[in-house]
């Protein structure tokens, strides 16, 4: 079982720079999710998805974008890279919203210089 | 806005000793509460999920109780081992999953 896959699991930008963090499931969850980890602050949550087709916002999704066009796949686009999105990026699935347990992808280190 | 904390935010104990985690959330009107250990440098790990209508889980030795009404969680960890050092954060799940900032145990030997 592959679970939540992550890629890259380390990336340096340079500021301005955009790039695409790629997330996939292979459990069939309806429901996957986008989190920033930050020293202090915990997990924040940026854009979320319910389903295929459909995604909304969370806490901090500013200089964010996603898509949703398969289950299986919950790209996460930065669209011009800035110091403030240097962060651990983890991408969570569920099977249901609200009524299963989250999985976790291994996450993504990112350093924006 | 849901907002989740969790205290201590650091804990240091000896091995064998019982401990108690908490966690407090302010909007009880939640879907599930779901406790994760992270190792420095690693992703998270569920360790125990607790269902709205549920008011505790056990897995081994660890026991989390869920009381809404008053808004808080316990992650209780028994006979603590060095092998338990990690931070564990709690999660609280509405139509998003707001987490705390965790707690950073360390168990010696």
């Known amino acids: 079982n592959a679970g939540v896959t992550q890629t890259p699991k380390f990336q340096v930008l340079k500021t301005g720079q955009s790039m695409t963090l790629q997330c996939a499931q292979d459990?069939?969850?309806?429901?996957m999710s986008w989190y920033r980890q930050d020293p202090g602050m915990g997990l924040r949550l940026i854009h979320y998805s319910v389903g295929a087709g459909i995604t909304d916002q969370g806490e901090v999704p500013n200089g964010y974008n996603v898509s949703r066009s398969t289950t299986e796949d919950f790209p996460l686009r930065l669209l011009s890279a800035a110091p403030s999105q240097t962060s651990v990026y983890f991408c969570?699935?569920?099977?249901?919203?609200?009524?299963?347990?989250?999985?976790f992808g291994s996450g993504t280190r990112l350093t924006v210089v | 806005k849901q907002e989740v904390t969790q205290i201590p935010a650091a804990l240091s104990v000896p091995e064998g000793e019982n401990l108690v985690l908490n966690c407090s959330f302010t909007d009880s009107a939640i879907y599930n509460l779901q406790w994760f250990r992270q190792d420095p440098g690693k992703g998270l790990t569920s360790l125990l999920l607790?269902?709205?209508?549920?008011r505790e889980q056990t897995s081994g030795r660890l026991n989390a109780s869920l009381d809404k009404s008053s808004g808080r969680s316990t992650l209780y960890i028994a006979a603590s081992q060095p092998g338990d050092s990690a931070t564990y954060l709690c999660?609280?799940?509405?139509?998003?999953?707001?987490f705390g900032a965790g707690t950073r145990l360390t168990v010696k030997p």
């Open positions: 999660a609280v799940g509405n139509n998003d999953m707001r």
């Open positions: 607790i269902q709205s209508s549920q």
């Open positions: 969570a699935s569920s099977r249901m919203l609200g009524s299963g347990g989250y999985t």
């Open positions: 459990m069939n969850h309806e429901y």
